[in-house]
């Protein structure tokens, strides 16, 4: 599965990354305007979250 961020200026979903296997601390830009969109770590805490409501929603929707 691929995931795209939205870059919350621009909505490009191209984002610079500082090396080729990234580090929870490494800083992630937007390739377009280069807009901080945070840690690694911390895109990959929101997105295991994201994940976590969508596949709760789903459970919920198959016990009705």
Excluded: W
Excluded at 35 to 63: C, D, H, P, W
């Amino acid at each position: 599965m691929q995931i795209e961020v939205p870059c919350p200026k621009c909505r490009n979903t191209r984002m610079k990354f500082p090396r080729p296997q990234p580090i929870d601390s490494d800083i992630i830009t937007c390739f377009s305007c280069n807009f901080e969109l945070g840690t690694y770590g911390s895109i990959k805490a929101k997105m295991v979250a994201m994940l976590n409501r969508v596949a709760a929603a789903e459970q919920q929707q198959k016990k009705h």
